[in-house]
C-alpha cells in the first residue's frame, strides 16, 4: 500500500472552528468559583468544547496560584491535555508571580487597580477572537484584556483528536500596573 493510496478515503473528522475569525467576543461567566480541582474540573467550561471556555478557565487556574500553587498547577496541566507543564513551565509561572498576586485577577471584568483589582460578580471574563484568530487550522489566538494593561493578551489553543480545545501558549502572566494600594505614586 502507497502513502496515497488512501486519497479517496475519509480522513479522520474533528470538529473545526471557524477557518475565519471575526470580532467576537464571549462572557464566560463562572456564578461560584471553585474551592478544589475537583470542582474545577465539574465546571461545564471544563469540557473544554469551546477556546473561548478553556482561555477563560486558563485565567481561573492562575488565580489559584497564590494560595495553592499545586492545586493552581494540577488546573493548568488539565488544561494543556496531552502536553503538560514542563519543569520550565513550572519556573517560569513561579517566577510570574514572585511579589505579586494579582495578575491573573486583572482579566476579571470589574477589576481594575483602583479597586485592587477586585473582580466584579459573578465572575466574568471576557475572551475575544480578531479576523486572525484561526489562521493556523486546529489553533485558535484568542485575546484577553486585562484591568491593568493598554492591549488585551493572548492565549493560543490548540484542538486536539478528541475534539476539545487545549491550552498550548499563553502569554497572561506579564507585568501590568501596580494596584493603587501599594503604588506609592498613584
Known amino acids: 500500500m502507497g502513502i496515497f493510496d488512501n486519497l479517496n478515503q475519509p480522513a479522520n ?29 465539574a465546571l461545564p467550561q471544563a469540557a473544554l468544547a469551546t477556546p473561548f471556555d478553556t482561555a477563560a478557565l486558563t485565567v481561573l487556574a492562575f488565580c489559584f496560584y497564590p494560595q495553592d500553587k499545586e492545586t493552581s498547577l494540577a488546573m493548568v496541566d488539565f488544561l494543556k491535555g496531552p502536553q ?18 494579582y495578575i491573573p485577577r486583572s482579566y476579571f471584568n470589574g477589576a481594575t487597580p483602583q479597586n485592587d483589582y477586585r473582580p466584579s460578580q459573578p465572575y466574568t471574563v471576557t ?60
Open 84 to 101: 503538560p507543564l514542563s519543569n520550565y513551565d513550572k519556573s517560569f509561572i513561579a517566577d510570574r508571580f514572585r511579589g505579586v498576586d
Open 13 to 41: 473528522s474533528v470538529p473545526q472552528y471557524p477557518v475565519q475569525g471575526g470580532n467576537r467576543s464571549v462572557n464566560v461567566v463562572f456564578p461560584q468559583l471553585p474551592d478544589t480541582f475537583e470542582q474545577f474540573k
Open 127 to 186: 475572551v475575544s477572537e480578531n479576523p486572525y484568530s484561526y489562521q493556523n487550522q486546529g489553533y485558535a489566538k484568542l485575546f484577553i484584556r486585562s484591568g491593568g494593561a493598554d492591549s488585551p493578551r493572548e492565549v493560543l489553543l490548540r484542538q486536539a483528536k478528541d475534539g476539545k480545545w487545549y491550552l498550548w501558549e499563553q502569554y497572561l502572566l506579564v507585568g501590568i500596573r501596580t494596584p493603587e494600594s501599594s503604588n506609592a505614586w498613584a
